[in-house]
């Protein structure tokens, strides 16, 4: 549904938090204002995720207004035990709290944040997908310079306490809370039984095999992959519920991984865009932070990608509660784990 397709009711109270009301929504956004619909949006699977259309009183010759805004609050399937496991809806609320102010790169604005006291999170946030209809679209190399962007102006400052070990151990927690067996069987029916990534992926589950050339620490997002970018702004980044201080190579990797597979990764496009990365990431490194190399990056890449493979893995095991294109979507993604595995080792002597 278009923004210029408004739903034409409000949906049963059911389907959406009661406390979604004319006056929540006026509080929230300090103004006086009529919640007119709540649409569903099914993109955010680990949140409940609704744009609410409202009414405030306008000037001049148009009295009434329609806008929108974001609502997240806890997801209502299966994955909200993912969810509530990596504590991402708090994660967010602390860092439209604390850390975007002080970030380089655009985020929505946040109107408001559930209270302390309140059993369950949510957060307001506003609607980009009004102005990313009116700017350019993004691209590979604007997504991949909003990357590097954000990796080496937070190079080596230590933003929050949260490391990549705390994610690892959270999904390692995960892991093994499931059923080897599904597991297991996920995966042979998903990679070739001679898989690259099998062995490390299944000897030590979720774990960095060896050491990393460039470990950061960077801000990470942690979810970086097209869905979560917007063209509003000028390239602004959403979903911050994953975010920690790690390697620049896990969010390079996980984007090659999410983001590639139907924008024809072949091997020379591969390296272009790995380059395009480097040569923005390296753009303001000084004696301080010296430049990364190709080979250290894809190296970094290399060791990261069994980790990065555990996500769709994750997603795949609550198949049943996603919507037929994810499970399609977290499927491609898996198997272009392992095409990347390959194909970055052709690079990594």
């Known amino acids: ?143 991949l310079t909003l990357l590097a962007s954000l990796h080496h102006k937070t190079r080596g400052d230590a933003l929050v306490r949260i490391n990549l070990s705390n994610n690892i151990n959270d999904l390692n927690d995960f892991i093994q809370s499931q059923d080897p067996i599904m597991i297991e069987r996920l995966l042979s029916v998903t990679l070739p039984e001679n898989a690259s990534l099998l062995p490390p992926m299944l000897s030590g589950r979720a774990t960095i095999q060896s050491d990393l050339h460039y470990p950061g620490p960077v801000l990470c997002h942690g979810d970086f992959r097209w869905d979560n970018l917007s063209a509003a702004k000028t390239g602004c980044l959403l979903d911050w519920g994953d975010y920690c201080m790690g390697p620049p190579a896990y969010d390079l990797g996980y984007f090659l991984a999410t983001s590639t597979p139907d924008r024809d990764p072949t091997e020379v496009n591969l390296i272009t865009w790995i380059d395009h990365y480097l040569d923005a990431v390296n753009a303001a490194a000084g004696d301080a932070h010296p430049t990364l190399t190709r080979a250290g990056l894809i190296q970094d890449v290399l060791c990261l990608l069994p980790i990065i493979a555990w996500t769709p893995v994750m997603m795949l095991l609550t198949a049943a509660e996603l919507p037929g294109t994810k499970h399609t979507y977290w499927k491609a993604v898996l198997t272009h784990c392992e095409t990347l595995s390959v194909q970055l080792s052709r690079f990594s002597g």
């Open 1 to 143: 549904m278009g923004l210029d397709q408004k739903p034409n009711r409000v949906e049963p109270v059911f389907t959406h938090p009661a406390r979604l009301t004319d006056e929540f929504l006026s509080t929230q956004l300090g103004r006086p204002v009529t919640l007119t619909a709540v649409e569903s949006l099914t993109d955010g699977h680990m949140a409940q995720v609704l744009r609410l259309w409202f009414t405030a009183e306008g000037e001049g010759q148009d009295p009434v207004q329609a806008e929108t805004v974001i609502y997240k609050g806890a997801a209502l399937s299966k994955t909200r035990d993912i969810a509530t496991r990596f504590k991402s809806l708090e994660r967010e609320a602390a860092f439209y709290r604390a850390l975007a102010p002080k970030l380089p790169i655009a985020t929505p604005h946040c109107w408001s944040i559930a209270p302390s006291s309140e059993v369950e999170p949510w957060i307001l946030l506003e609607d980009l997908a009004p102005k990313a209809v009116l700017a350019p679209p993004l691209t590979m190399d604007s997504a």
